[in-house]
């Protein structure tokens, strides 16, 4: 079974430029998260998806960051412009939310963001 | 008072020693409790859940204390490929809001 898959890999961009993150989820799992990893912390939820629907974004910064999941699959994370704060590695993970509510996440390897 | 919180080590160990790590979180409406392991440079991956009884799988033993908030991990006969961050992953009921801490960095020595 195929993982989580994010590209790119790696993105390096300079400061005020727009970059966009992509992630298509396992396969039949219905949520998918976009966490921030910074240097030598634990990933923090940027947003999570229910299907097509954004569930839990409080900690999107919204005046810069944007995600969509059209048709509930794929989700493309962007930000515009980037400042030199944003650079972290940013995860992808995805999840089958059953009946009873539990759920494994499964991280995908992440696009590493250098912003000069 | 961050939401959950670790020691950060880094814990160093010889191969064969049992280490523990413990995490403590703050919401007492906390119901999930997990360890995910992440190697340098990659993923967090699902090391084990934590369930209210206690649960073992091989070598590791995780116990969560609702009493006091904090679950445990504990690794017996520690080997060198055990060299990773260990994160205390904890997640409430309803909004399945999920928390992170800042891992627990272990370096196995041989």
């Given amino acids: 079974e195929a993982g989580v898959v994010q590209s790119p890999r790696y993105k390096i961009i300079e400061k005020k430029q727009p970059v966009a993150f992509w992630c298509n989820p396992i396969s039949g799992h219905n949520t998918l998260y976009w966490y921030r990893q910074n240097l030598g912390q634990g990933p923090e939820l940027l947003i999570r998806y229910e299907n097509e629907e954004a569930v839990d974004d409080s900690q999107l910064p919204k005046d810069r960051f944007s995600a969509e999941r059209l048709k509930g699959v794929d989700s493309t994370l962007k930000i515009q412009p980037a400042e030199l704060g944003d650079s972290a590695v940013y995860l992808c993970a995805s999840s089958l939310i059953g009946g009873m509510g539990t759920d494994t996440q499964y991280f995908g390897p992440g696009t590493r963001l250098t912003v000069l | ?110």
């Fill in chain 2, 1 to 110: 008072r961050k939401e959950v919180e670790q020691d950060p080590g880094p814990f160093n160990v010889p191969e064969g020693a049992t280490v523990a790590f413990n995490c403590t979180y703050s919401n007492s409406a906390s119901q999930s409790f997990f360890w995910y392991r992440q190697d340098c440079r990659k993923e967090p991956k699902l090391l084990m859940s934590v369930y209210s009884s206690g649960n073992e799988d091989g070598r590791f033993t995780a116990q969560l204390n609702r009493a006091s908030q904090y679950i445990s991990l504990l690794i017996r006969d520690s080997k060198l490929s055990d060299s990773a961050t260990y994160l205390c992953v904890v997640r409430d009921t309803g909004g399945f809001k999920t928390i992170f801490g800042a891992g627990t960095r272990l370096f196995v020595k041989a």
